[in-house]
C-alpha cells in the first residue's frame, strides 16, 4: 500500500479547507415526505460530526510523540476542521429548513462514551475509519433521498473529504498494523474486522429508514460495507509487506522535507 508523510495530509487538508464546493444562494427545497425520511438521521450526523476532538486530539498527541513525527498532530487537528465542517454545513442547512439542531442522540452518546475511554490510536484509527465508511453509504443515500439542491451539493462535499479522510486513516491503521508481531497481528485484523461489521449493523440499525429512502436496502448496504472493510483493513491491504521498509524509514526519519 502506498502510504504518504504527515507533511503530505497536512498539505493536502489545508488545501481541501479552502475549497467551496457549495453555493449557499440555492434555496434548501425540501418535501414533506423527504423531511419525514431523512431528518431524524439528518440530525443524529449533524451532532456527531460537531465534536470538538479532544480525545483524538489528546490521543494523537501521545502517540506522535511516541513516533516522533509531529506533524501528524497537525495533520489530525485538520481533519478534525473538515468533520467540523461538516457540522457546522448540515447545521446550517438544518438552521434553512426550520428545524433544530438537536444536543442528544443515543448513537452519539455511545460513540461519545467509547471516544472518553479510549486514548489508544489503533481504536482510534479502525473507529474512525469505520464510522466514515458508513458515513460514506449514509451521505450517498442522504443525497438519493432528496431532490434539493443544495443538500446534494452539501452531501457531495461530504463525499469527498470522506473519502480523504478514509485514505488518511486507512494508512494509519495499516503503519500501526505493520509494527505488530504475526500474533498480534492476527488478533488485530480479526478485531478489526469483527469491530467493523457490527458497529456497521448498528449504523444500519438506526438508519435505516434514511438508507431505504436512498434506495439501499439491507442486503446492498451489507455488501457495500464488506467490500469497504476489504479495501481497508483486508487481508491483502493489512498483510502487504512490501510498504513496510519504507515506513519504518518514515517514521524514524526526523525531518520530513
Ligand atoms: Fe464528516
Ligand atoms: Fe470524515
Not at 5 to 26: E, Q, V
Not at 193 to 215: E, M, N, P, R, Y
Request: contains cysteine; proline residues 1%; hydrophobic residues 40%.
Amino acid at each position: 500500500m502506498e502510504t504518504h508523510l504527515s507533511g503530505y495530509w497536512t498539505n493536502y487538508f489545508a488545501k481541501n479547507l479552502k475549497i467551496n464546493r457549495i453555493d449557499w444562494d440555492l434555496q434548501a427545497k425540501i418535501t414533506a415526505e423527504e423531511k419525514f425520511n431523512i431528518l431524524k438521521s439528518l440530525q443524529a450526523w449533524q451532532l456527531g460530526e460537531t465534536s470538538e476532538g479532544d480525545h483524538l486530539i489528546n490521543a494523537s498527541k501521545k502517540y506522535a510523540n511516541t513516533i516522533n513525527d509531529p506533524e501528524y498532530l497537525d495533520a489530525v487537528k485538520l481533519f478534525i476542521k473538515e468533520e467540523q465542517k461538516h457540522g457546522n454545513n448540515l447545521g446550517k442547512y438544518l438552521d434553512l429548513i426550520g428545524e433544530p439542531r438537536i444536543k442528544k442522540d443515543w448513537g452519539d452518546t455511545l460513540f461519545r462514551k467509547i471516544r472518553y475511554f479510549n486514548t489508544n490510536m489503533e481504536l482510534w484509527t479502525i473507529a474512525v475509519i469505520t464510522v466514515e465508511s458508513a458515513a460514506q453509504l449514509f451521505y450517498q443515500a442522504l443525497k438519493d433521498a432528496t431532490n434539493c439542491a443544495l443538500l446534494k451539493q452539501i452531501c457531495t462535499d461530504i463525499l469527498i473529504d470522506e473519502a480523504a479522510h478514509i485514505n488518511f486513516q486507512r494508512e494509519r491503521l495499516y503503519i500501526i498494523f505493520s509494527q505488530k508481531n504475526a500474533i498480534s497481528k492476527w488478533i488485530a485484523y480479526h478485531a478489526y474486522s469483527c469491530f467493523f461489521i457490527c458497529t456497521s449493523l448498528v449504523v444500519w440499525s438506526a438508519h435505516k429508514k434514511l438508507f431505504k429512502a436512498g434506495k439501499l436496502n439491507l442486503h446492498g448496504y451489507f455488501n457495500k460495507m464488506k467490500l469497504k472493510l476489504a479495501k481497508v483493513a483486508g487481508k491483502t491491504v493489512l498483510y502487504d509487506h512490501k510498504e513496510i521498509f519504507k515506513i519504518t524509514i518514515k517514521i524514524n526519519k526526523p525531518t520530513y522535507n
